[in-house]
């Protein structure tokens, strides 16, 4: 009982702090200036550790003094123009934590503002762009040894997300006064955003180890279960910004390339004991945006993962299938994943389930304003129809 406990415990806060960074880069992501960027990344940041604030130090239009901009957990926002400090004070001040600020017999600039300011433990990291300094990103806690000791490696990472972000809108402002150079810039914008994706599936892939680590830690099987389900679950997210970065249209994905790399996945982690399934794809030709793919992907992932583990329970002989139908109308796009398995029990209440696989599925189809339908005739279909979202493009 004690090792499922603890098993539970280290997922809860993997799970925790997989949403929050992604979140975090998905506020990157969506936010068209740094004004839009800040609030939700400050607040997401100080929920991460835990911690009371988060907070980053960056120079303004107007010259070298330095504006600070500080979010806590709750949600509060402020922004002090002028802390006193200018972008040299920055110089020299690299990755760093301390325990406890009124220790430090020789603090910097940075760190005596924060220590006026009733902060007593922090951790912080510049935002560079190349060798030049932009801001100092920084979590802060008004308890001693109030943080968590991962808390340099994670703002570091959130600090260099930043930078990329920051630096893109640097390159619009750019592009405003220089519209001769159009062309090249937005090639950079669209490496930029290839780079915070790419960075984003690193992220997630790095999760998705730590859980398959966790996995082999334990011989109860319903935790294994437990934790290679939420792998399954991050290496579909990573799966979708690997194929974001690789598309030639940025922020949006291939439906047909997607759905195969999906279920190749899934086919060569799950493998019946009934014998070969076969996989019928009819998938249309169009781009999926970020917003659609990633649901999408998730609700495959656990109807698919579902047939293959328990939909073949049958003679061996006997031909097995899953189709997976995904169409565009005028009215919106329908994703179908059915079987001719065994069927789902009569005693699962589809609409009202019980397990989290087919509660995902509830959740995300609400997630995509859409509606659910199940068809239990010759075996199991499950059709999802959704309003399709806008600027559709042919896809590959």
């Known amino acids: 009982v004690t090792e499922q406990v603890q098993a539970e415990e280290n997922l809860r806060r993997f799970s925790d702090r997989l949403k929050i960074l992604y979140d975090i880069d998905q506020a990157i992501l969506a936010a068209q200036s740094p004004e839009e960027i800040f609030p939700p990344v400050l607040e997401r940041l100080a929920h991460l550790i835990p911690c009371c604030y988060a907070g980053i130090l960056l120079g303004t239009a107007a010259g070298d003094k330095l504006q600070l901009r500080l979010g806590d957990e709750n949600g509060g926002y402020e922004v002090v123009d002028d802390v006193g400090l200018t972008v040299a004070d920055l110089a020299n001040h690299g990755v760093r934590q301390a325990g406890d600020l009124q220790l430090l017999p020789f603090p910097s600039p940075v760190e005596r503002l924060l220590r006026d300011r009733g902060l007593r433990a922090y951790a912080g990291a510049p935002v560079l762009a190349g060798n030049n300094v932009l801001g100092f990103l920084f979590i802060g806690s008004d308890e001693v040894h109030g943080l968590h000791p991962e808390s340099m490696e994670i703002v570091g990472e959130v600090a260099r997300s930043l930078a990329l972000a920051i630096q893109h809108d640097l390159l619009r402002a750019e592009l405003v006064r220089h519209g001769d150079q159009l062309a090249d810039s937005l090639r950079e914008k669209e490496l930029m955003l290839q780079e915070i994706h790419h960075r984003v599936k690193n992220n997630l892939q790095i999760i998705s180890s730590l859980l398959d680590m966790e ?27 690997e194929r974001l970065y690789q598309s030639a249209e940025v922020g949006s994905v291939a439906a047909p390339g997607y759905v195969r790399t999906i279920t190749s996945y899934l086919f060569g982690v799950h493998r019946p004991t009934s014998g070969p399934v076969d996989l019928e794809l009819k998938v249309q030709d169009v781009f999926l945006d970020i917003n659609t793919a990633i649901p999408l992907g998730l609700i495959l992932n656990e109807l698919v993962s579902n047939a293959l583990k328990y939909a073949f329970a049958g003679d061996e002989k006997e031909r097995h299938w899953i189709r997976i139908g995904f169409q565009v109308a005028d009215d919106g796009m329908v994703l179908e994943v059915g079987d001719n398995g065994d069927g789902l029990p009569d005693e699962v209440n589809w609409q009202m389930p019980r397990t989290l696989g087919l509660r995902l599925v509830r959740v995300l189809t609400e997630q995509l304003r859409g509606r659910l339908e199940l068809d239990r005739q010759d075996g199991t279909t499950f059709r999802i129809a959704f309003p399709q979202p806008r600027n559709r493009a042919p896809g590959r």
């Open 215 to 241: 996995a082999t830690g334990f011989q109860d099987a319903n935790v294994v279960q437990a934790l290679q389900d939420s792998r399954n679950r991050v290496k579909i997210m990573a799966l979708i910004h």
